[in-house]
């Protein structure tokens, strides 16, 4: 695994590198990417003759996007206080393809400031059945009851009725 990442990093620079000719880059991407279709050729010798081969990234995850909308296909994101078993990602998954109405894809990560539950991410919405949430919900609620009740018996007092 180590040569293959370190291989990916010494084709890159020589990609990267003005010393090589687009044609010698060129050539070489044809001989390293066999069996890889001529149109992705094709997209890295213009990136590279334009300078552009570091969008690459980003050219890949909007592609991404354009097709898991062809194939109506949502990408969610768990996280949780503890990982999630086999089951449990299972049925967040099952749940968030209810909500969104459509296949999911889901990742989960382990969120150490998450005091308990779980926040999902759902393209640019979010989910959050954390317990941290849930706590300043409660506490809002319990603040906003107090100043309801405190307004309630101040009843009237010191207004005065046009009659």
Same mark, same amino acid.
Request: hydrophobic content about 40%; aromatic content about 4%; charged content about 30%.
């Given at each position: 695994?180590? =040569?293959?990442?370190?291989? +990916?990093?010494?084709?890159?620079?020589?990609?990267?590198?003005?010393?090589?000719?687009?044609?010698? /880059? $060129?050539?070489?991407?044809?001989?390293?990417?066999?069996?890889?279709?001529?149109?992705?050729?094709?997209?890295?010798?213009?990136?590279?003759? /334009?300078? %552009?081969? +570091?969008?690459?990234?980003?050219?890949?995850?909007?592609? +991404?996007?354009?097709?898991?909308?062809? #194939? /109506?296909?949502?990408?969610?994101?768990?996280?949780? $206080?503890?990982?999630?078993?086999?089951?449990?990602?299972? +049925?967040?998954?099952?749940?968030? =393809?209810?909500?969104?109405?459509?296949?999911?894809? %889901?990742?989960?990560?382990?969120?150490?400031?998450?005091?308990?539950?779980?926040?999902?991410?759902?393209?640019?919405?979010?989910?959050?059945?954390?317990? #941290?949430?849930?706590?300043?919900?409660? /506490?809002?609620?319990?603040?906003?009851?107090?100043?309801?009740?405190?307004?309630?018996?101040?009843?009237?007092?010191?207004?005065?009725?046009?009659?």
């Amino acid at each position: 695994m180590a =040569e293959q990442v370190s291989s +990916q990093d010494d084709f890159r620079r020589f990609l990267l590198h003005a010393k090589f000719s687009v044609e010698v /880059k $060129a050539d070489k991407i044809k001989k390293v990417l066999v069996g890889v279709d001529s149109l992705i050729h094709n997209l890295l010798i213009n990136l590279i003759s /334009k300078g %552009l081969l +570091q969008e690459i990234p980003r050219i890949q995850i909007e592609y +991404q996007k354009l097709l898991d909308r062809y #194939r /109506k296909v949502e990408r969610a994101e768990v996280f949780s $206080a503890t990982s999630l078993s086999a089951t449990q990602k299972q +049925q967040v998954a099952t749940y968030v =393809e209810q909500l969104v109405e459509r296949e999911v894809i %889901l990742t989960s990560a382990v969120d150490e400031t998450i005091l308990g539950g779980f926040v999902i991410k759902v393209g640019d919405k979010l989910l959050d059945a954390s317990i #941290r949430t849930k706590l300043g919900r409660m /506490k809002r609620d319990i603040n906003s009851a107090r100043t309801v009740a405190l307004v309630s018996t101040m009843g009237n007092r010191g207004v005065k009725k046009n009659e």
